[in-house]
C-alpha cells in the first residue's frame, strides 16, 4: 500500500497504528498510566509540597492524557524499532501478526510514518508539559535501535532508564489534573521529592533486574537477529533461577521500604510468587510477562499508603 493511499484512508491509518502498538499497550502503556495515578494519589509522599488531586479529576482529565503520553512515545519507539531489517526477521519467529512481517507496510513506508511521527510527538508531548522527557525517551530509542544497544546486555539499562522517564512523565502530567494555567508551567513548577527519587531510582533495579522475564519468550527471534539476552549468553535455567530469586527480593525490599501492613504487603508478594512459579513451573512464558506486568502495578501501589 502506498503511503498516499494509507493516508488517504483514515481508518486504515488508525488500524495500522493500532497493530504497531497493540502489543506494548498491556504491559507498558496501561502500567505506566496506572503508576502515574497511583503516584499522584499518593502525591505528599512523592512530591514536595503537594496535595493528592481528587480522584475524579484524575481519572477524568489526568489519565486520558497519561495514556495519551505514553502511547505517542511508544508508538514512535516501535516505529523505529519495527522498520530495521533485523526486527522484520525476529518479528516473523516472535511476532507475525505485526505490520512489516504481514507485508501491510513497507520498511521504507515505516521510515516515512517515523518521520512525521517524531515532531508530532514531540510536540504533543511538550503541550502535555513533557517535551524534554520526550525528547530523552527519543534519544534512548535511537541508542536502542540504531546504535544496536538493544542487541547488547545494556538493553536492560536502557529500558530501565526509559520506563523511570515515563513513569516520571506520567506523575507529573497527572498532577496536572487541576491545574488552571497551561500544562507546561504546570509540569514545571512540580519538583519530585527526595523520597520520590528514591522510589523511582528502586523501580528503576526492579525493572533491570527482573524485566528478563520478558526474554524469556523471545529467545527464538532473538536468536534469529543475534540479540544477546540473558536467557541467551547465560542460559535459559539461570535466568529463571536468577528471576526467580529477584522478585521475592524486591516484593520484599519495596513493601519495607513504605512500611505497609500485612494484608497490603501481601498483594505484591503473593504476586511475584505467582510470576516465580510461573517462570520455573514454565506454564507459559507469555502469560509470566503479563503477570510481571500486573506485579510492576501492584509495587506501584504502595506509596499511597504512607501518604494517608
Not at 512515545?73 to 531489517?85: D, G, I, T
Not at 504481514?102 to 508539559?129: D, H, K, M, N, W
Not at 509540569?187 to 527482573?210: E, K, N, Q
Not at 541467551?232 to 501492613?261: N, Q
Request: glycine share 6%; proline share 5%.
Amino acid at each position: 500500500m502506498s503511503a498516499a493511499l494509507l493516508f488517504a484512508q483514515p481508518v486504515e491509518l488508525a488500524s495500522l497504528l493500532w497493530e504497531f502498538s497493540e502489543s506494548d499497550i498491556p504491559t507498558f502503556v496501561l502500567p505506566n498510566t496506572a503508576f502515574g495515578l497511583l503516584a499522584a494519589l499518593a502525591a505528599p509522599a512523592l512530591v514536595e509540597g503537594a496535595q493528592s488531586p481528587s480522584f475524579w479529576s484524575l481519572l477524568i482529565h489526568g489519565v486520558p492524557r497519561m495514556l495519551l503520553f505514553n502511547w505517542a512515545n511508544v508508538f514512535v519507539f516501535e516505529l523505529a524499532n519495527q522498520r530495521l531489517p533485523e526486527s522484520v526477521k525476529e518479528d516473523m519467529a516472535n511476532k507475525p501478526w505485526r505490520p512489516l512481517p504481514r507485508g501491510r507496510i513497507s520498511e521504507a513506508q515505516t521510515r516515512q510514518l517515523l518521520l512525521g511521527a517524531v515532531p508530532a510527538v514531540l510536540a504533543l508531548s511538550a503541550a502535555l508539559g513533557a517535551g524534554n522527557e520526550s525528547a530523552l525517551v527519543l534519544l534512548l530509542a535511537w541508542m536502542y535501535n540504531d546504535l544496536r544497544g538493544g542487541d547488547e546486555l545494556s538493553r536492560d539499562l536502557i529500558i530501565a532508564i526509559a520506563y523511570d522517564i515515563f513513569l516520571v512523565s506520567s506523575l507529573r502530567i497527572g498532577m496536572t489534573a487541576t491545574a488552571t494555567t497551561t500544562a507546561a508551567a504546570a509540569v514545571a513548577s512540580i519538583r519530585v521529592s527526595t523520597m520520590g527519587y528514591y522510589w523511582l531510582a528502586i523501580i528503576g533495579c526492579v525493572i533491570a533486574t527482573t524485566m528478563q522475564v520478558q526474554d524469556l519468550k523471545d529467545q527464538v527471534g532473538d536468536r534469529v537477529r543475534g540479540r544477546k539476552t540473558w536467557p541467551i549468553v547465560l542460559g535459559d535455567e539461570i535466568s529463571r533461577w536468577w528471576i526467580a530469586a529477584c522478585v521475592p527480593f524486591w516484593s520484599i525490599a519495596c513493601v519495607l521500604f513504605w512500611k505497609t501492613p500485612v494484608l497490603v504487603s501481601a498483594i505484591p508478594v503473593l504476586l511475584g510468587l505467582w510470576v516465580c512459579a510461573c517462570v520455573m513451573l514454565k506454564t507459559g512464558d507469555a502469560q509470566a510477562w503479563r503477570w510481571w506486568c500486573l506485579w510492576q502495578v501492584a509495587l506501584y501501589g504502595l506509596p499511597i499508603y504512607s501518604s494517608l
